[in-house]
Nanobody
Framework: QVQLVESGGGLVQPGGSLRLSCAASGSILSFNAMGWYRQAPGKQRELVARITSGCSINYADPVKGRFTISRDNAKNTRYLQVNALKLEESAGYYC??????????????WGQGTQDTVSS
């Protein structure tokens, strides 16, 4: 069973920064894609950033230039550096991983989430 554990969330003032971590129980090289999602109360979960096994990186438009996704294969950990946080970006931030096996199998894994609270 794959385990994903997020950490690094907390309380931050508007304009502040956080560094989120997602540690996996196994090699992150086994994942076809890894993403960070966030979900605020009353809203749908949305993709924030994504990195593939081929090192292709995508960001949601609202976070481009402010958020950075990265990974450390030796530590089986990926990160999300979040800068210049806005009040409306208070949300639970979730680690996601996808593994595809052949052409018919797909597995998705989620962490429990870490809370980012942006408040003055």
């Amino acid at each position: 069973q794959v385990q994903l554990v997020e950490s690094g969330g907390g309380l931050v003032q508007p304009g502040g920064s956080l560094r989120l971590s997602c540690a996996a129980s196994g090699s992150i090289l086994s994942f076809n894609a890894m993403g960070w999602y966030r979900q605020a109360p009353g809203k749908q979960r949305e993709l924030v950033a994504r990195i593939t096994s081929g090192c292709s990186i995508n960001y949601a438009d609202p976070v481009k230039g402010r958020f950075t996704i990265s990974r450390d294969n030796a530590k089986n950990t990926r990160y999300l550096q979040v800068n210049a946080l806005k009040l409306e970006e208070s949300a639970g931030y979730y680690c996601h991983a996808r593994r595809e096996r052949g052409s018919v199998q797909r597995e998705d894994y989620w962490g429990q989430g870490t809370q980012d609270t942006v408040s003055s």
